[in-house]
């Protein structure tokens, strides 16, 4: 009985450890180059934007922006990065306030203010006109930032944006007590879950996107974070950018994983509304006639991450149109 509870001991004692590891090396994950920080004065105090500012060996005197998804932030875009400064490209990677490492306030979230922020940071930087990479939520912002800013705009990429319909007109409404008490729960095992939602097969080489959000999870209060995401949800939810996409005037590419199922509160639905909803095939092909200036790409077997689960083909097809004349 006593070796018994010796050896209890000493397992609890090893799992503390192993657990208060993982969670360090968590915070740990290093983004791929140096992050400078910016400050932003919004609702009355100053608060400080992290981006990445990486510069090409070869400059061809153009600059990109890439825009992150809800769910990640600056550190998902480190092989894209590093395609696009290879080919001259100097690259902006702004965590938008509320993810990453940037400071995570409670105040009103908006597209606008995203996209205001975005454009004071390249004010900063000296920069004029710059081409929009975009990501999933990443998407909405952009096209936010479009249509606010449409000489600042050269070209557009959206790709597998979210917000290609109005999640408000068919998932129910959650309170933001509610979203919060759920954001609350969140871990290792959960965040993955949902990330696993995002590719046809799950492979150890995702996971390390998984600890990336979990970082920024960790950073700081995590109640305080807990209620940020719940903001940034009712965001997505309560201000839909469908209705922006036949004022973009950029000429624009969308590039759409045909696997990709994702719906903003899928968990919501019926089975026969989540047949219904989220078939970006369909929705890919309804952006492109809705934007004047439209291409699409559309990539079959490929889920909601394209630069991530299909490099070489994103790749190509986004070098392709930035350096198209």
């Known amino acids: 009985m006593l070796k018994t509870r010796n050896f209890l001991k000493k397992w609890l004692l090893f799992s503390i450890v192993v657990a208060t590891a993982i969670q360090l090396s968590a915070q740990q994950l290093p983004y791929p180059y140096p992050v400078q920080y910016f400050s932003l004065s919004i609702e009355g105090n100053e608060y400080k934007m992290a981006y990445m500012d990486v510069a090409s060996p070869t400059p ?41 490492k940037s400071d995570k306030p409670v105040v009103h979230y908006s597209f606008p203010l995203l996209a205001n922020n975005t454009k004071k940071l390249l004010d900063t930087l000296g920069i004029k006109k710059v081409h929009v990479v975009a990501h999933s939520m990443g998407g909405m912002l952009a096209t936010r930032f479009a249509v606010m800013y449409p000489t600042t705009v ?69 109640d305080n974070n807990a209620l940020v995401n719940a903001l940034t949800y009712q965001m997505i939810y309560e201000q839909p950018v469908v209705y922006y996409f036949s004022k973009i005037k950029s000429p624009t590419l969308l590039i759409i994983g045909q696997h990709d ?23 890919g092909r309804k952006t492109k006639s809705a934007i ?34």
């Open 60 to 100: 061809r005197g153009e600059t990109v922006v890439l825009l992150h998804g809800k769910n990640f932030n600056g550190y998902y875009w480190k092989d894209v990065i590093a395609a696009l400064t290879k080919e001259g490209y100097r690259v902006i990677v702004p965590d938008q306030i509320g993810w990453g």
């Open 154 to 222: 050269a070209k557009l990429v959206l790709e597998n944006p979210i917000g290609l319909e109005d999640y408000s007109l068919f998932v129910p409404y959650q309170t933001t007590d509610k979203l919060y008490a759920n954001e609350r729960q969140a871990t290792y095992e959960s965040l993955k879950k949902y990330q696993q939602s995002y590719y046809p097969q799950w492979k150890p080489e995702y996971e390390q996107y998984v600890q990336a959000q979990l970082d920024a999870f960790l950073l700081g209060d995590k």
């Open 292 to 325: 004047q200036n439209a291409s699409l790409i559309e990539l079959p077997g490929v889920g909601h991450i394209p630069h991530v689960q299909a490099f070489d083909t994103y790749k190509k097809h986004l070098i392709q149109f930035l350096k198209k004349p």
């Open 261 to 283: 199922r994702t719906v903003v509160g899928k968990n919501l639905l019926s089975e026969e509304q989540k047949k219904q909803y989220g078939d970006y095939p369909a929705l």
